[in-house]
């Protein structure tokens, strides 16, 4: 079933698999696959997160609230220093914390959800490692053309 998901025959994938080294295209190909098959986390709204660190109880989906946008927030000093609610202001050199966790774990393929910076520091690594705008692409889940505007910011 892998090799009819990787367009090759099945002798070609068992010898592929008895040599000690790939191709990059393989390599691609594999991971490729290997994220289409890996279940994507649902991503939370911003409300919902919000109110989980807050520690508030979950609402029905049929309520409304309060938080439906960022100016609700500019106030708050709890959350004034939250990374996942950074603008874009944070950038100019406001202190920004990255999280190295999620860094790492995006760098290797898992499916997380980074903000802007940790995007920008897991595109500088990668390159610095020489890995191809494509192959950080399929590692972070997103597209060659945002890895090099990415690189290109980083710079």
Known sequence: MLARLLGRTTSSLAATLARPRVTAGTAD?????????????RRRS???TVTDRLGWPAGDSDDTDDLTGDEDLAGDEDLAGDEDLAGDEDLAGGDVTVDEIAVERAMAGEPVTL?????LEAVRRLHARGLSDRRIALLLRTSARTVSRRKTATA
């Open 29 to 41: 190909a594999v991971v490729a696959l290997y994220l289409s098959l890996t279940p994507q986390p």
């Open 46 to 48: 911003r409300a919902a």
């Open 115 to 119: 903000t802007l910076v940790e995007q």
